[in-house]
Each structure stands twice: as structure tokens, then as C-alpha cells.
């Protein structure tokens, strides 16, 4: 957890955000005893990309014509 006081927040803003977007905390002190946190914000849709990673794998005939009698199916026929 960093600590810093009002003057150093407002110029090392840019800074401060870095280190909260990586997950630490800063806290901003008014002479010395602590007023605000900044914490890094949860997203809301909770999704991460690649947890899947390797489960699937893509066929080298995935976009291969479908055969006769699959698009038979979808024409209704």
C-alpha cells in the first residue's frame, strides 16, 4: 500500500493510477492521517479472456461446406 499526501496525489496523479491499475492501493493523507483510497475498480461483466485456453481446438475444417444432407436439414427439405 502506498501512502501520499494531497500535494504529491495531485502531482504524481497519473502515477498513483498506474500502480492502482496493477492492483495497489494508495491511500491520500490530509497531514498525515489518511481521508480517501484509491483501489482498482472491479469490472462489471466479471470476464476474463483465455481461461478456456487450450480446451478447444479449432478443426482445419471448420469453415468447410457443410454436406448434402446437413443443408438439406436447414433448406427444410
Known sequence: MTKVNIHQAKTHLSRLLQKVEMGEEV???RAGKPIARLVRLETESGRRFGVDEGVFTVPDDFDAPLPDDVL???HGA
Open 27 to 29: 491511500v491520500i493523507a
Open 72 to 74: 438439406r436439414l436447414f
